[in-house]
């Protein structure tokens, strides 16, 4: 089916001459406003195999993928390749910054199949926004293709069975690569996969590594070289199965031209299935940080019982070597004394302790000696920079609001939106200890709704919580519970060390919930866009948020 369309706006004049059509999408970074499930995410849609696809979560409109194509580009065409669940009303809409959208096309009457949109206009970023799905599952695209006037040609996938190896064999025993096989590592330190790749520019690239990695071996470490340099220490976590392929990034610099990119492995049980390299320019300049969070977190036990987790989740913590790490309240069990502070939270978590933004929760309000006495001495000016339990300060590209939920009054309240209101940064988090929405035992805390509101309001991106004591990641949604494009990614992260809690009435934008697993959110946080991950106690990926655009 072939659509075609009068234009709808135009941005720049007309150009004299006709230039060549060129593929503008494939590899770039893409993100959606939801996935249906781990594998489904929104790259999937924009690496020219159709054999791999992005799908939304079910059931819920409107929903949306799109594509930065890393500098704004005259767009003359879209071609949509749908699975079975396609988008009945849609439109393709561009934008120069990612937030404000201008419409190019738009149809109600979508059928499904391959669509082969004719577009005028120009843009950086271009979207597919779905009102109205075609069947009672949600959007699904093998691919999405962007071309237009300006580009190259895309980068290919530099396939791993294609690049020198040593210590390694090339395979095809498990299913899911792309191209002919996949390389294999021998358990052994030292063996390597190298390519020859070719930049277009010098500077700042993303290296995209595709791989697979089982359940039981653990963690697997691998040195990235960059034309005989050290440029990346990576660690490739277990992926559940062989089967089971996603992507480790690392984002280093790149001459233009040609350049030798290694991956050494440097333990003996040698790197994971590595089955391509993709390259792309990196549009957040390599600034991107890691930020640790957990709430809930320490018992009344150490490292001498084996059932103790917060001894465990500060490994975690460690391994990560976050730039700061966050907590969401309840600190310290049961009653949050200072002298339960010093005998169970400053032997783990404590040697985080300088860089910790840490929050209350409901069990610091219980010491004896005073709501809050034993955090308050505890954590000291680290949590009460300006003689209040909240606070904000920034960090790169972000500003980062943390709030005491024991007391949602409006002194809080108008600080809160003056400090928006002050904000320079282009994108926002904010964390605290009840969250508005949960799915969990404590279930919803309407407490939180005008604090949700006031962030809302002012374009933030992420709110991070605890309260009830297991994971549970909430896809965009606004103050009143409902899907937005626009709204905040939420995740519950209670899941430091408390005992579990049951899931007992799930919310509507719940995409992801994990009881009777205990691990740590890992925040990756670049320039103008975000992941979110839980890391379990193994050191395995148990959930992966697509990676978001901030407002």
Known sequence: MTRFLLPLFLLFPSLNGVAAETLLSQGKPATASSIEASGFEAGEAFDGDTSSRWASLEGSDPQWIQVDLGASRQITRVRLNWEAAYGKTYKIQLSADGSSWTDAYSTSTGDGGVDEVTVSGAGRYVRMYGTARGTSYGYSLYEMEVYGEGGTTPDPSYQAENATISQAIIDTKHAGYTGTGFVDYVNTTGGYIEWTVTAAAAGAHRLDFRYANNSTTGNRPVAVTVNGSNAASLTFPPTGAWTNWTVQSATVTLNAGANTIRATATS???????????????????????????GDIAQQCTASSSSCIHPKTATLVESMNPEFVITMGDNQYDDALISDFRNYYDKTWGRFKNKTRPTPGNHET????????????????????????????DHGNWHFVALDSNDFGSTQLNWLKADLAANTKKCIAAYWHHPLYSSGEHGNQPVARATFQALYDARADLVLGGHDHHYERFGPQNANGGSDSQGIVSIIGGTGGASPYAIENVQPNSLKRLTDTYGVVKLTLGTDSFQTQLIGLDGSVKDSSPTYSCH
Not at 276 to 293: E, H, Q
């Open 268 to 294: 003996s049980v040698g790197g994971p299935n590595i089955d391509k390299l993709d390259i792309a320019p990196d549009t957040g300049g390599g600034s991107s940080f890691v930020v640790a969070a957990a």
């Open 366 to 393: 219980y010491d004896p000696a005073g709501s809050l006495a034993g955090y308050k001495s505890y954590f000291g000016a680290i949590a009460y920079p300006n003689g209040k339990p909240y606070y904000s300060y």
